[in-house]
């Protein structure tokens, strides 16, 4: 069982950035297509980034290509996502999501079954 842990939420000003990490407890996250998605309030989850399993392929959202970045160290058992830029409408809670081992890179915005707790996001303008 992989349990995404995620961290470095919290609250910046517009313009500004912050880096989301997300760990796992249990089974090792290196080596999963892992990705990130966020939920605001009212809103359904919707994808933000995905990284695949040794790091060469990404798939970004269009609302945030270009300013967030997704990158992962496997040797650490870590996954990151880089945001700058931020806005106001990127506030949301920001969940971390694995997809089960041997999974390929075919649907990098579906069918994840390992899900974190979340961390909030808040960009104030």
């Known amino acids: 069982q992989v349990q995404p842990v995620e961290s470095g939420g919290g609250l910046v000003q517009a313009g500004g950035s912050l880096r989301l990490s997300c760990a796992a407890s249990?089974?090792?996250?290196?080596?999963?297509?892992t990705g990130w998605f966020r939920q605001a309030p009212g809103k359904v989850r919707e994808f933000v980034a995905a990284i695949s399993r040794n790091g060469s392929a990404t798939d970004f959202a269009d609302s945030v290509k270009g300013r967030f970045t997704i990158s992962r160290d496997n040797g650490k058992n870590m996954v990151h996502l880089q945001m700058n830029s931020l806005k106001p409408e990127d506030t949301a809670v920001y969940y971390c999501a694995a997809k089960v081992v041997g999974s390929g890179w075919s649907d990098p915005r579906n069918r994840y079954t390992y899900w974190g707790q979340g961390t909030q996001v808040t960009v104030s303008s």
């Open positions: 249990g089974r090792t996250i290196s080596g999963l297509v």
